[in-house]
């Protein structure tokens, strides 16, 4: 059972950056896909971010291309995402998830970590 734990969150003036990681249990399958989601509230859960684990292929929803940017130390079995120039509406919990695969929606991954609040001030 691969468990994934968020951190990295917090509070931060509009414009400003914050980095956050996902820290797998053991190592990560080679062809897995790792992906960051996003909740604001009272809204579904939205594709941020996602990367295959062994490849360098990255893919970004529109609203955060040239501001974010998915990365992994494979030696850490962890993922980060860096997220700049942020913006009141990235406020949400921030979720990193993992599947087999290729996929954008979230209904089809299969493990997910906790969240971590990532709040922008304006």
């Known amino acids: 059972q691969v468990q994934l734990v968020e951190s990295g969150g917090g509070l931060v003036q509009a414009g400003g950056s914050l980095t956050l990681s996902c820290a797998s249990s053991?190592?990560?399958?080679?062809?897995?896909?790792m992906a960051w989601f996003r909740q604001a509230p009272g809204k579904e859960r939205d594709f941020v971010a996602a990367?295959?684990?062994?490849?360098?292929?990255?893919y970004y929803t529109d609203s955060v291309k040239g501001r974010f940017t998915i990365s992994k130390d494979n030696a850490k079995n962890t993922l980060y995402l860096q997220m700049n120039s942020l913006k009141s509406e990235d406020t949400a919990v921030y979720y990193c998830?993992?599947?087999?695969?290729?996929?954008?929606?979230?209904?089809?991954?299969?493990?997910w970590g906790q969240g971590t609040q990532v709040t922008v001030s304006s």
């Open positions: 998830a993992a599947r087999r695969g290729y996929s954008t929606h979230e209904r089809d991954y299969d493990y």
């Open positions: 990367a295959f684990w062994n490849i360098g292929t990255t």
């Open positions: 053991e190592r990560t399958f080679s062809n897995s896909f």
